[in-house]
């Protein structure tokens, strides 16, 4: 029975300073290597069998699943439909500047639907090759799998494979280095039973 590891990379230093990275190649800073260890040190122990690992083919997410590797017998492969959305000319923008620019479209995306613009890519089109990867991997695949990706393109997929709307605020961002998972039900689709594990506690 295949399960399904979503993993978020590690920090980077345009996440720090709150910049939208979508598909700008962004790489770890030294806070998202540190937060890749810790993700492989409580990721394997809930791994079964011989996992395979795939990664988006982004530096953020390659570096995050090198790192979860190591030196352990696991399968790597990187695959380019699991990157992160692309955002065009918000690409870089910090939260305020997005929302002087371009005020009615961060309004809605704020919200979790669709700006209009040049450049960005929509939610179906994001869920769309998130979950042909995610399907063809899990044909591929007798183990769990683990698939390396982004805050963005991680929900989609999940929201996608659980038959949830993509629009709205419906389940909540997978924060950097953190996990959920995907398990086989009964009536043949999925169900999520972990989210978001690995994330820093909220403090009230």
């Known amino acids: 029975m295949t399960r399904i ?5 590690g920090q980077t230093d345009w996440n720090l300073a709150g910049r939208l ?11 998202g290597r540190a937060q890749a260890r810790d993700a492989a040190a409580g990721l394997w122990p809930a791994l079964e069998g011989s996992p395979v690992v795939v990664s988006s083919t982004l530096a953020r997410a390659s570096q995050t699943a090198r790192i979860i590797v190591g030196d352990r017998d696991a399968e790597l492969h990187a695959d380019a439909r699991l990157g992160e959305r692309r955002y065009g000319p918000w690409e870089g923008l910090h939260a305020h500047e997005r929302a002087e620019r371009y005020p009615d479209a961060d309004a809605a995306w704020r919200a979790g639907y669709e700006p209009d613009f040049d450049g960005y890519e929509t939610h179906a089109a994001v869920a769309a ?5 995610a399907r063809e991997w899990v044909s591929r695949v007798a183990g769990d799998l683990v698939l390396v990706a982004h805050g963005s ?15 709205g605020r419906t389940l909540g961002s997978l924060e950097n280095a953190a996990w959920s998972r ?14 978001n594990v690995g994330a820093p506690a909220v403090v009230a």
């Open 5 to 9: 590891f979503v993993v978020r990379h």
């Open 21 to 31: 990275q979508g598909s700008s190649d962004i790489p770890l800073n030294e806070t």
């Open 129 to 133: 090759r998130m979950t042909d990867a």
């Open 153 to 167: 393109s991680g929900r989609m997929l999940l929201l996608a494979m659980l038959g949830m709307p993509l629009e």
């Open 182 to 195: 995907l398990v086989p039900s009964a009536g043949g689709g999925w169900s999520l039973d972990r989210h």
